[in-house]
């Protein structure tokens, strides 16, 4: 299924800024987009989720939020300054998603698979998280986390529409939309009393 789904109201993909994000992310943005509670809540995630191994850090930067690295992390983003500035990362890829939603990897080449604070700006997400089932193994998780922070003129219009609880929606539905996956699992991470940036979590297996 694409973006022209009918699930998905006209215009659900759209940005309002359409150029291309090859010149947004032309210079490095040294900086991290949450704050310290919920890049902890995100590590919490992942030990808790068992991602480790061989695993695939997608819509990446520069610094990936493992309490401890993977045996082997490989990170995909859009600026290779801040790919290679990245200190738990053996291997970074350069690749835009927007453009070709097919990953430049092999067939079951991962264990596990994660998307922090990223997957607002994807127009073609249905495309790649099949493909994201392509190049995981079966039983491997894909855990996806995001916060209510973005860059407003990138991010897809029917997310700046939609609640914190409609974004677990949505990513659910690519789960679901894409096939191959058990069904997913959304929760809020940070308490609800939190006063610093809430932290959701959608995930689900490779079947």
Request: aromatic share 10%; glycine share 6%.
């Amino acid at each position: 299924m694409t973006a022209d789904d009918p699930a998905f109201p006209p215009g659900f993909f759209d940005r309002a800024d359409a150029a291309a994000d090859e010149a947004f992310y032309s210079w490095p943005r040294l900086v991290t987009h949450i704050d310290d509670a919920a890049i902890a809540a995100v590590g919490e995630l992942y030990d808790e989720l068992g991602v480790a191994g061989e695993v695939l850090d997608l819509m990446s930067s520069w610094v990936s939020h493992f309490r401890s690295p993977p045996a082997h992390l490989t990170v995909l983003g859009m600026n290779g300054s801040e790919l290679e500035a990245n200190p738990q990362a053996e291997r970074a890829v350069v690749h835009d998603l927007n453009v070709e939603p097919v990953l430049p990897f092999p067939d079951a080449a991962f264990d596990a698979a994660v998307c922090c604070v990223s997957v607002d700006y994807l127009v073609r997400p249905v495309e790649v998280f099949a493909d994201l089932a392509r190049v995981l193994r079966p039983g491997s998780p894909l855990v996806v986390t995001f916060s209510n922070r973005c860059f407003p003129t990138k991010a897809i219009r029917g997310w700046l529409a939609a609640t914190d609880e409609g974004h677990c929606d949505i990513v659910a539905s690519y789960f679901r939309r894409s096939g191959g996956w058990t069904e997913p699992v959304a929760a809020r991470r940070t308490p609800p009393g939190h006063r610093g940036d809430p932290l959701f979590g959608v995930w689900a297996r490779r079947r």
